[in-house]
């Protein structure tokens, strides 16, 4: 039951927290301002940014375009030109992605000798990496003050999670303010994404038998719960502060790496099959995680119910009365309920895949990896069988 | 409600945790040793660690004798060695005396030129301190990962805290078995500190009815209900490992700034009584604080039940029927219940403070500061009516 913690970005939570950007730049020469599609230029965020760099007689040098799902080859790009100008800060402006990509730029840019998706199929330990500081325009995955990213590799139709203490970000300028302008879609992804993090360290292999185990779990619950409580009400007022600042640190508290202080392993199989979906048909992770999650749990519910059977009494109030299995599946069905009433998609013909290729999708999940999940341990077959299912 | 959060010490929670040192050791050249009254030398912990620092090449000198309320010409003392002999490491072993010793030497013997009680006083930002390291042997405090002490000024009797985010620890050893020797009363002293810190920081002045500060509220509610559970089985079994890492992992939860991000400002007029109390009469702080509090809860009922009403409801269980008043003077009475169950003092006389010197422990109380606490301000007059209901 032991843990190693270690939380080191400086968080900057709340309304007008830029401010604190320009003491955080004065240990940098040169910086990469990393952006995705360019909302951050409809939004206004970009010139703000661009005003504290040069307030601040800060060097600077652009890099737009980071996709969703961000590229392998974008990465790449990136980090020749990190390696060019000489940059020592990647400044992350984004969502998720754009800051994942910003992790993978800082690491591969002092590794440049290395075949850099060899390290992603092959993890160990790299010194040394480029900094990082990100400007949160999307909450969602918690990646502004955790060390880990994930990278698509379309050419290989690979996408592959990795992680890296040196590209912990030194600062995180988290402003809800600055979520506003995320689009429904966009923001009610985020929500699944939120919930599915709590979800995967919910279910750990750790029995609740443990006090502290039992504290993890009840406060993950909490999370769950009043994240599923803001989510309506925020996709019914994107425009509000209140719940837009909620949803961002539920966000940063589902994945910042506390939660998983004592419970230090959670399950990960839904990730690792969602990641195989997006792989090959390039969806918004949130939306895979909102098919592959049920799915997820219609399965392992027969092999091992009784946290499917805790998540259902403690999160989704199902009475506990008659057998865990069917108390269990009465989780699973409300989940899917509240999946449905934010127009989540519940499977892949939602999101617009008629034919769900499962020889590609096999590939993909199992690219790195022979068994995915810690609550339950999955191989091919038990994947093949959850992929079937979705059909 | 914004906040700025940093955690940036390396904590390594459970058995065995000693394991992780020596790779934390590498960036320096010479340490300093720094503990207390001596028992690590008859738990065998000393032998340990000098094992770890021989082992990993390490120069070092030691410093022992820090006392409890640790004094300030100990750190005088100690900054003095610390400069002679170059020091770049303190390494604390102990509870949170040495730890906050550690603190203070490691700010001081950077700037030995300004009057450092004149800091203490006065406090201002100081760049630049010593790099502290704790292996933690008595929990109770959350000196291991946060950035504050406190002092005593014998001499003056005065007893000041203060902070500075370079004194945060480097890392943290955190093995529940290092704690396992520690006597009966300084146990119970540990918990009601962990107590008190929840609390402190419970009676925040911000309102609940802030969903975040709610999701807060009740963690704090969660871990003083868990503190206090914990307490009476450990004080019957104090060679139990798994009611020590409890315990220890309560204490570092209580007070590691975590639950303060979002409630970011807590009461604390009840610590700087307290200080008082144990600047003027030396006793342990534990000790003081199971004094104080309850007589602090007496007095700001009658202003502002409302956060009192609180804790008497989800802590201890008081039903919620009748005056908030009542409900919340219920509340008090049952949390002196518990004091007393676990043989904590409810009155100086219960630590042999026969006469209490008003007026030497309100000049110590106004040291430095001429309001006490936020949930509701305290004057000096207030204060001294707590004193004399001390009596």
């Keep these: 039951m032991n843990f190693n913690l270690n939380l080191p970005t400086r968080v900057y939570f709340g309304q007008g927290s830029i401010k604190n950007m320009e003491g955080e730049l004065k240990d940098y020469r040169k910086v990469m301002l990393l952006y995705g599609g360019g909302s951050i230029k409809r939004n206004g965020l970009y010139d703000e940014v661009i005003e504290v760099l040069k307030g601040a007689g800060k060097d600077f040098v652009e890099f737009g375009g980071i996709e969703p799902n961000p590229r392998y080859r974008s990465v790449l790009a990136a980090s020749e030109v990190c390696v060019a100008e000489g940059v020592d800060l990647i400044l992350a402006v984004g969502g998720g992605s754009v800051i994942d990509a910003a992790k993978a730029v800082a690491l591969r840019s002092r590794h440049m000798e290395i075949d850099f998706w060899d390290l992603m199929r092959n993890p160990r330990y790299l010194e040394g990496a480029i900094s990082v500081g990100t400007i949160l325009t999307l909450a969602a995955t918690g990646s502004e003050t955790n060390c880990g990213f994930v990278l698509t590799n379309l050419k290989r139709e690979e996408k592959l999670g990795h992680g890296n203490p040196n590209v912990y970000p030194k600062f995180a300028i988290m402003d809800p303010g600055y979520t506003k302008s995320v689009p429904r879609s966009h923001t009610r992804n985020g929500i699944v994404d939120t919930i599915a993090h709590l979800l995967e360290q919910y279910f750990t292999p750790l029995s609740d038998q443990d006090v502290l185990t039992d504290l993890m779990l009840e406060r993950i619950e909490r999370l769950i719960k009043n994240t599923m409580a803001v989510g309506p009400k925020l996709l019914g007022d994107l425009n509000n502060y209140s719940y837009r600042e909620e949803h ?22 839904s990730h690792g099959i969602e990641h195989a979906l997006s792989a090959v048909y390039d969806i918004a992770h949130g939306a895979g995680l909102s098919i592959v999650f049920p799915h997820w749990m219609d399965y392992v519910v027969e092999r091992k119910p009784e946290r499917v059977k805790r998540m259902a009494v403690n999160i989704f109030e199902v009475e506990d009365k008659g057998s865990d299995l069917a108390i269990a599946r009465e989780g699973i069905e409300r989940f899917r309920k509240y999946l449905r009433r934010i127009e989540a998609p519940l499977t892949p013909r939602d999101e617009g895949i008629d034919q769900l290729d499962i020889d590609k999708v096999m590939h993909a999940a199992f690219a790195r990896d022979s068994v995915l999940g810690h609550y339950v341990k999955l191989e091919e077959k038990d994947v093949r069988a959850i992929f079937e299912s979705m059909k």
């Design 248 to 269: 961002m640190y539920y966000a940063y508290m589902g994945l910042n790496g506390e939660i998983a202080g004592k419970v230090k392993r959670g399950d990960w199989a």
